[in-house]
């Protein structure tokens, strides 16, 4: 059994920041690519950061320069810096992991957290 959690989702306004954090947790044997997506009312889920086990990472235009995704492996974690937040970044945040659960390459799977909503007001 594996999960995901995500936290640190909240209101805030316009110029304000605030940091999402995704937990793992269950029979892990590796944590491969991890990427947070959002999704916002009557909107299809978008990807918004990627991070690889190595610490590589990629961004949408929409939050570049702005957003900062990061993990610790020895902790199973993944974080979110979102910076100079805007109205549009308003929708539900969700983690999402490539986790591998034994040794053999066939355990590996797509897992979803829950997902935490944040709301930027103007």
């Known amino acids: 059994q594996v999960q995901l959690v995500e936290s640190g989702g909240g209101l805030v306004q316009a110029g304000g920041s605030l940091t999402l954090s995704c937990v793992a947790s269950?029979?892990?044997?590796?944590?491969?690519?991890m990427a947070w997506y959002r999704q916002a009312p009557g909107k299809q889920r978008e990807l918004v950061a990627t991070?690889?086990?190595?610490?590589?990472?990629s961004y949408s235009d929409s939050v570049k320069a702005r957003f900062l995704i990061s993990r610790d492996n020895t902790k199973n974690t993944m974080s979110l810096q979102m910076n100079n937040l805007k109205p549009e970044d308003t929708a539900a945040y969700f983690c999402?992991?490539?986790?591998?659960?034994?040794?053999?390459?066939?355990?590996?799977?797509?897992?979803w957290g829950q997902g935490t909503q944040v709301t930027v007001s103007s």
């Open positions: 991070i690889t086990a190595t610490g590589g990472t």
């Open positions: 999402s992991a490539e986790i591998q659960r034994t040794w053999k390459s066939i355990t590996r799977g797509a897992y």
């Open positions: 269950g029979t892990i044997f590796t944590i491969h690519d």
